[in-house]
């Protein structure tokens, strides 16, 4: 039976007949690797999110973790999967050898983590959370650091979070308040409240690794005078053991509509509920220089903001699955036309408005799942291409495509999981099919790691104005490099590429007219708008470059021919969308701005 989870023959399609990355294997750092290593790991994930995650994502979902005042409880089933994801050193795929990783492309590396989250979205957190916790430290942490928190942590032995917003600021982190004292031994002792910490208590490991943003007294306001400092829960000591619990205690469990596998937090830092060394505060230890802590958690969030995609993603693809083998199976009513009442039923697939929400969503997930890999593979680019020049482009245009890949995955296979729900009809909505679950996991994505409206404040207000506007260059000329490409081969591709470059014209037209004046405010008055436009052209983008990964259409099999009808679906129906809200932003609109506050 085919998994239900993700493709693994899209999988396959996707990195070795498109992204090529049994290419990479020249290069010296994945060098001992080869298309069986690759293949190999992806079979382990395969099997491994498959018997160990996946059977208890129900579960932890009706059964929420609990808090007694003292301690949280989860199912036990999460730390058993846990335990087997560290036995894997998947954790470590993508990681330098010299602290235990497989070096691993990025590309293969992020496939693989892929099976987790379409398998059980909530207990892969625990994972991925530490993971960007770990490659902050490894960029950003010292040595000692490293020794004492980095490789417990991708051991499995430490689990790690981000603690950034106050229930006071939310994303407004120049608002942060909580403070980091100095004290004479070098360490800090911190005092403060953290909201919304994912992760951030639990009996899953020995430990658990606070990242947490705070100021040192005297530190200029707003972001410039944010610092970051590492705050365990439990103190470690020079030789790696643990010691006495530190101040930071748990104050509440949030319960959320989604990813209730999760535990998410109220933390109290320094309230005194434990005294390490007789007094109240958090033992916290500063991370690189002072007030350069936003600056190296954007590591971690940038970071994050594409894993956030890819778990929207999977969300989106293992509900387009579980959907289609529904539709599949489920008999129900007669062709139009049908005159005899007497007549067998026919399994829903055969309506057409149940084939065009199973398309829909394979052009949806298909389509995100390109772009995730794509990103990891230019973050293959940036860290081991050979000329610089190669290195420095691939960083723009990777730092052009993460608000697109974090806020289109999250809003589009969003809207699958919302169409399988339609194709399964009253059972859709029911807790006895899963695709219930995936859609209210997926609803908290579009507000995870930075909300839409963050995004597209990113994208049109920084990505696609900096350096005098290289990155909107970058990001159109290499659009442009893929229609060129398909121009020459000619027919349903050229046809294809025509409709691309027109849209890619319309990016280019749209920000010019926007920036015309220099005025922020009117500029990013409809910023999502713009954000939702660029992100449809870039999965044009993404479908076309799959077309030209195909073989002539004759020597294609059913799969090649679904991808054809996919790219065609997407570009009749979704492409077209952009049109209306390019009008909209060139004119400038003030409908909303103008819209008074006191007016609702």
Same mark, same amino acid.
């Given at each position: ?94 990681? *330098? ?17 892929? =099976? ?38 991708? *051991? ?22 909580? $403070? ?15 909201? =919304? ?214 809003? =589009? ?26 859609? $209210? ?75 015309? *004046? ?22 044009? =983008? ?14 294609? *099999? ?18 077209? $969308? ?23």
């Amino acid at each position: 039976m085919p998994s239900t989870l993700l493709s693994r023959r899209d999988l396959d399609f996707l990195l070795h007949e498109w992204l090529r990355v049994s290419e990479l294997v020249e290069r010296p750092r994945y060098a001992e690797h080869s298309r069986e290593t690759f293949d190999d790991a992806l079979d382990l994930a395969e099997r491994v999110a498959t018997e160990q995650f996946a059977p208890h994502n129900r579960a932890a979902d009706l059964a929420e973790p609990t808090f007694d005042g003292q301690r949280v409880r989860l199912i036990p089933q999460v730390r058993a999967a846990l335990d087997s994801f560290a036995e894997t050193g998947l954790l470590t795929a993508g990681l *330098d050898a010299t602290v235990g990783g497989l070096q691993l492309p990025h590309a293969v590396a992020a496939a693989c983590f892929t =099976w987790f989250q379409a398998a059980n979205v909530a207990t892969s957190a625990y994972p991925f959370l530490t993971l960007g916790n770990a490659n902050l430290l490894l960029a950003h942490g010292s040595p000692e650091q490293v020794d004492t928190y980095v490789r417990p942590m991708l *051991d499995g032995r430490f689990f790690g979070t981000m603690c950034l917003s106050e229930p006071h600021a939310g994303s407004s982190l120049a608002d942060i308040t909580t $403070r980091a004292e100095p004290q004479a031994d070098g360490t800090y002792r911190l005092f403060g409240t953290k909201m =919304w910490i994912s992760g951030g208590d639990h009996e899953l490991a020995e430990n658990i690794v606070h990242l947490v943003l705070a100021r040192i007294p005297g530190a200029p306001p707003g972001v410039k005078g944010i610092s970051l400092f590492i705050v365990p829960k439990v103190l470690v000591g020079p030789d790696g053991s643990l010691g006495e619990r530190n101040d930071v205690a748990l104050a509440g469990l949030n319960h959320k509509m989604g990813f209730r596998g999760t535990t998410n937090t109220l933390l109290s830092f320094g309230d005194g509920a434990h005294t390490p060394a007789g007094r109240a505060g958090a033992v916290g230890h500063l991370v690189g220089a002072p007030h350069q802590g936003l600056a190296q958690m954007f590591h971690m969030m940038n970071e994050a903001r594409i894993g956030v995609g890819a778990g929207a993603t999977a969300l989106g693809y293992t509900g387009y699955l579980k959907s289609l083998a529904y539709a599949k199976e489920r008999p129900q009513g007669r062709p139009v036309g049908a005159k005899d009442p007497a007549a067998a039923q026919v399994p829903i697939i055969d309506h057409p408005d149940v084939r065009r929400m199973l398309l829909a969503q394979k052009s949806y997930v298909e389509g995100a799942l390109a772009l995730v890999l794509y990103c990891a593979r230019l973050l293959d680019e940036q860290k081991t291409a050979p000329a610089e020049a190669d290195r420095e482009r691939a960083h723009l245009l990777l730092d052009v495509l993460t608000p697109i890949t974090k806020s289109w995955p999250s809003q =589009w296979c969003l809207a699958a999981n919302d169409l399988a729900i339609q194709v399964l009809g009253g059972a859709g909505y029911t807790r006895d099919h899963d695709v219930e679950q995936h859609y $209210r996991d997926n609803r908290l994505n579009p507000i995870h790691e930075g909300t839409h409206g963050i995004q597209a404040l990113d994208l049109l207000g920084r990505k696609m104005i900096m350096q005098g506007g290289a990155g909107l260059t970058l990001l159109t000329t290499t659009i442009g490099d893929t229609v060129e490409r398909a121009g020459k081969v000619g027919g349903e591709a050229a046809e294809l590429a025509d409709r691309l470059a027109a849209a890619v014209d319309r990016i280019t037209a749209v920000t010019r007219r926007l920036w015309a *004046d220099g005025d922020p405010v009117l500029a990013l008055a409809n910023a999502s708008a713009y954000l939702e436009a660029v992100g449809h052209v870039v999965i044009a =983008w993404m479908w076309l470059e799959q077309v030209l990964a195909l073989p002539a259409e004759s020597a294609g *099999d059913a799969f090649h021919a679904g991808k054809r009808q996919a790219a065609r679906y997407f570009f009749t129906v979704e492409l077209p $969308r952009t049109g209306p809200q390019f009008d909209l932003l060139e004119s400038r609109d003030r409908t909303t701005l103008d819209m008074r506050p006191d007016w609702f």
